[in-house]
């Protein structure tokens, strides 16, 4: 192979500039960008100089091909591989980088770009105008989806993690002298949405020729993730497990459902949550896999403030321990993600999604064109214009903070002693229903009509269903459901109690991971208590729970929960007021509860993260 010249595909011509330059030993993020343009070059971008291809390589036309390859796991079993491979239109001597994309949870490859409409969630839509641009793209079905062989283990570094290098072992021997090298390495980025995020968090630890990432809406450490505090989100295990029965056709590995089913008694055991603790970034942040270290990849980490599957402080955490390790990382808060069907409203999102325009600092930006932005500064050497800030935290369609730093912490508000209730409680949930209202109207004479009940039978159906939320789906049927907003449903469900903290006196921004330093006393053991933040808009009397996250309080012996809550991001005008709210039974783990009620106290301080009301710092 012949690399005696640098190659870019634009306009058939052929450019030589500077190299771009590396981010700090100490893992801090120039944002603004440090290749040099080209000036009075107009649509010319500049690319790296250490970018080769092989000069020889012929023409080629754009197209398209399935293909198989094998993949070994590390207990020797073989499987196939399936794949689409997209190469681009080149010139004689031209060459592209290569884009890895997957799918989501239950989902499969790509099998036709062209077919990738408009409104697809942008993470599809960039690698639609990947290849357009002219990279070369390969979409694969993970183990045990699509027409990939093997059962399902979750991104497992030695089965999946050993997939995914298959892919790139095949790709990189097809496109020959095509492909473009950088220091003898063939330069490769990636793209994908939720498990497709997982796979290159995982797949970058253990293969070093990828170059740059752009996980979305995925994960750090999945016992986290399903079950914080060793309490299972059940509501969200149980569609995982039907979307991937659905999926991959049965072939889930045995402990998934093993998991599933402990969960529906509101627990997961040490054994099955080994299975897949070393499933993510985890494994190479956390020391679980000591040879291969923190992998050195650059990343545009994209997170859902809103996602009750993996929350904000998953990417905080991908992101802090990338940035320790030297990499140049950007992140993006925005505000979808995995969104609860029935218990949220976001953005006309369902199930999983990502904004696809969102507001940083002073500027309104495409979230595909952000992506494919720093594939391209990352891969091909030409900076982003306006700049990837280095964090975002969006809170809606006309605010977003940006910042040098992940803010953690803040101000202190202590609460009091506050006493409440663990489980269900029927009593509190029967006074939210009398007291709910559309329109000024009372709604509970709709619901019964709807059920054809009476208000007096609706009350003893709801006790019973109280007792045992398991049946909740036998009660709240389509036709209440359409009767009842997400944040009535929610009310319903999972009643509060709401600890002031602090009013608003002028506007600002909450944005970042709160810090709590609570103590939950309780003469019973296995306390189970849900906390999160709620907003009182000035005017109104309603109490919303911030970006519908909470976070449980379980499993410390001695009480105290000294630990982050979950990361947040609204604007606050002045006179809006915030609270702590604490709930003894969540819908969101409606199966982890404790059925014998236990009498508890909280007390303690929360430290938030709030920020002037400027865009840009």
Not at 301 to 320: K, P, Y
Not at 482 to 496: D, F, I, K, V, W
């Amino acid at each position: 192979m012949g690399i005696g010249r640098v190659c870019i595909r634009s306009a058939a011509v052929l450019i030589t500039v500077a190299g771009l330059s590396a981010c700090g030993d100490d893992g801090s993020v120039d944002v603004g960008g440090s290749s040099p343009s080209l000036g009075g070059g107009g649509d010319t971008p500049p690319v790296s100089a250490n970018l080769y291809c092989d000069e020889d390589a012929p023409a080629q036309a754009a197209d398209s091909r399935d293909a198989i390859t094998q993949s070994t796991a590390i207990d020797g079993t073989t499987i196939d591989v399936a794949m689409t491979l997209y190469t681009p239109a080149l010139e004689a001597g031209e060459c592209a980088p290569l884009i890895v994309q997957s799918h989501g949870f239950g989902g499969s490859r790509i099998t036709d770009l062209d077919d990738v409409p408009d409104d697809a969630n942008a993470s599809e839509l960039a690698t639609r105008e990947a290849w357009k641009a002219g990279y070369f793209v390969v979409s694969f079905d993970q183990r045990g989806f699509g027409e990939t062989g093997g059962s399902v283990k979750v991104e497992n570094p030695d089965f999946e993690g050993r997939d995914t290098r298959a892919v790139i072992d095949y790709a990189v021997a097809e496109l020959g002298g095509h492909l473009a090298y950088r220091r003898g390495d063939p330069v490769i980025g990636a793209l994908g949405l939720s498990y497709g995020g997982g796979f290159q968090l995982v797949a970058s630890g253990i293969d070093p020729r990828i170059d740059a990432i752009v996980p979305a809406a995925t994960w750090y450490d999945l016992t986290y993730s399903l079950a914080p505090n060793d309490t299972p989100k059940t509501v969200w295990l149980d569609l995982l497990v039907l979307l991937g029965v659905t999926g991959a056709e049965g072939a889930l590995d045995p402990f998934l459902y093993e998991g599933f089913l402990q969960a529906q008694f509101g627990s997961i055991s040490d054994d099955i949550l080994d299975e897949v603790r070393g499933n993510g970034l985890n494994a190479f942040c956390d020391g679980l896999r000591p040879s291969e270290g923190v992998p050195r990849v650059d990343a545009f980490i994209v997170q859902g403030v809103n996602d009750t599957l993996f929350n904000m402080n998953e990417a905080v955490r991908n992101a802090q321990c990338l940035r320790a390790a030297g990499n140049d990382v950007r992140l993006l808060v925005q505000r979808t993600g995995h969104i609860l069907p029935l218990f949220q409203a976001v953005q006309g999102a369902f199930g999983f999604d990502l904004d696809p325009r969102v507001v940083c600092g002073n500027a309104t930006y495409d979230t595909s064109e952000r992506m494919l932005s720093f594939l391209d500064e990352k891969l091909r050497g030409v900076p982003a214009r306006p700049a990837i800030d280095a964090n975002c935290f969006v809170q809606d369609d006309t605010h977003g903070i940006v910042t040098d730093d992940i803010p953690i912490g803040g101000a202190r508000y202590s609460i009091p002693a506050t006493t409440l209730t663990t489980g269900p409680v029927v009593e509190t949930v029967v006074n939210v229903l009398q007291g709910l209202q559309v329109n000024g109207s009372p709604l509970l004479p709709t619901i019964a009509e709807s059920l054809g009940m009476t208000v007096a039978n609706l009350f003893d159906t709801l006790e019973a269903l109280l007792t045992n939320p398991a049946e909740i789906d036998s009660v709240l049927t389509d036709e209440v459901l359409q009767l009842l907003p997400p944040e009535l449903l929610n009310e319903l469900t999972a009643p509060s109690r709401e600890l002031f903290l602090f009013t608003a006196d002028q506007p600002m921004t909450l944005a970042g991971i709160p810090m709590a330093d609570l103590q939950l006393d309780s003469t019973a053991d296995d306390a189970i208590v849900f906390v999160g933040l709620g907003v009182k808009r000035r005017g109104e009397t309603r109490i919303d729970l911030i970006n519908t996250q909470v976070a449980p309080l379980r499993g410390h012996s001695d009480g105290n929960y000294a630990q982050p809550l979950v990361g947040v991001s609204t604007h606050l005008q002045a006179g809006d007021e915030v609270y702590l709210m604490a709930y003894g039974f969540h819908n969101q783990y409606y199966l982890s509860f404790n059925r014998l009620p236990r009498v508890v106290t909280l007390s303690g301080a929360v430290d938030l993260p709030l920020l002037p009301d400027d865009p840009r710092p």
